[in-house]
């Protein structure tokens, strides 16, 4: 039997997806959809289609012509230590591109965190992916050029997104016209928790072309086990990564009444201390570390761990002298003491998630969220103990819980937004209510004064629509959803740039780096935000010229009055002076990463003839103007990231 990996969220070559058993279909589509020469040829469809103005058009050109420096800066995404701003550039970039596809395809929608969406509900799909389209011939070309499809009769679809069921049935359908007696089946068991794929097993388009679902879990009478194989180690270009579960059980907690994630975990064995089972599993995993050679990183993917039990592995991390960086999420304790936190941090956590969801005590007793109330103060104590040891604390919080007032929801907000400007790299989730079946909320809505109100309810999970009966001024399900995702863009972009384009960006941006796992990785690997951090420098130093630099492209245009340059990064437009507009543009279009800045400068005023030694006072006088003012303007490349060091520090 052959696995297809199913082409979703953008990001890294699948690991283990070389073998001859193994198709990695998300990198060969990705590959296809940022290809120059289809890239062109959308842009070229726009172009016929739109007539775009001319500025417009030179930007088109600009896009592919720096597509392969776009490319370059992508590989090292995915890579430690990462790029974090330059992977802003990429995505942005990325995000133009597919905005194009869009546009000129009316039938389905690419975006980089979800991949291919058709605009049709699944029961409507038959007769598009039966049709010729852009996904269909990018699918067409791969099953004709890949020796991966020859000679063999048996396939399984690996999936993890509920959209990739449009691509599931299109592939199938390709397979059936071109294979005879071929055999397909759709393995589940990696699949979005929150979302239930077992109708899946009854759908009658789905069981047209799929033979067989494996790992079907959810199931509301009786869940499935989860097996106890739960680890794996995960390895890139220059480093390597244990992903695991402590424990095969029910969250420690598992009381919290919005919630029903546990579906998988039907073990009602709870590990709410250190004891003897603990103890156990922290022994075999330390000796699992050890086996594993060059391990880097550890995530824990329990949905809490108790301050305890960490703190004992922790111990035992530092006892076999065994270094590695590491992430989890907890609850919050008065065991996150500021010494067992440098306890912590000194075996190398460097991610801890805890379930913030609110600081207002009324709506966290509806929530059943703790069995002791923590004052705004106390939790602030844990985040500073966390900051002040190295430790990048993250927070989930949640807002538009039922019968919460505005007033609640911006105390959690404000709470929030003074975490985020106080500590070095603090980050959270700003998740919306969502009714999730299995909760103790849709169980017994009367209790919360709610009343279910969706036609789909019988194949959701999660985000079934409600009505609120409660009083009091709250905010609309639109209003939430734009706080959330403005909380989101806060974490990326300064308060002060943040009109709605930005916000959209920032939430996308958010989005994807959740669903890669980049996110998570930038918080094992930096002791502050480098999204947020500042450049500080007044001057180009000795040790500055002396670095050698990269540059981003920029986009520069020109009318009869002025001349611009376009930072992608924030999406601003900055004018050059007209007196050294020559210079500038001469430095950006020949700027060389392979020598150092000061190379690169004096190249520039070579050509220009800037010098300080011209016997004419005069010329000296404007030499030296058109110097101090071009090196402003390289100051200002660095200070926004434009123009950075090449030499990475780990």
Known sequence: MKKIIMPSTFGKQKNGAKSANTLDLGSLFWEHIFAKENVKFLFDKYISTYKPTDEFRNYLDFIIANLDITNAIKDDLFSVPFEEKRSLYCFKVYFFILSIFNKINKNCTITLPYGVFFKHPIEDIEHFIANKNIISDIFDKILSSNRFFKDNNKYIFKIHWENESYVVLLLAHKMRKKFDNIDISVDLGD????????????HPLLNKYIDNFENVYYDDSSQNESDNSNSIVISSNNYKKLVTRLFDTRCFWSKCSFCSINSRFTSEKKVENLDEYAVQNIDKLIANIKETKDLSYLIFTDEAIEASVLI???????????????????????????????????????????????????????MNKREKEYSKEELNNIFENCDKTGINAHAYFMIGFPSETKQETDETIEFIDYQLKNRKYFTYSANVFYLMKGSDVYKHPEKYNIKINDKYEDSKLSDISFIDNNPGEKYTRNELAYLSRKAYAKLFFKEEDLDYATVQMGYNFWDFLDRTGLFYEHKLVNSYNPYLSKVNIDKLSDGILDQHFKLLPLFITSDNSKYEYYNILNERRISINENIKDIFIFFVTNFNPNITLRENINICFHKFHITENNQDITHVT???????????????????SLLYSSVKNK
Request: glycine share 4%; net charge positive.
């Open 191 to 202: 699949v979005n928790e929150q979302v239930d794929f077992s109708f899946w097993k009854t």
């Open 312 to 366: 004992y592995f922790a111990e035992q991390l530092l006892k076999h002298k065994i270094d590695i960086k590491w992430s989890v999420r907890s609850r919050f304790s008065d065991r996150f003491t500021i010494d067992n936190c440098r306890v912590l941090a000194k075996s190398g956590a460097r991610f801890l998630g805890f379930g913030l969801e609110s600081v207002n005590q009324r709506i966290l007793k509806l």
């Open 622 to 640: 404007k030499d030296i103007y058109k110097k101090n003012l071009f090196e402003k303007y390289v100051i200002k490349l660095i200070k926004d």
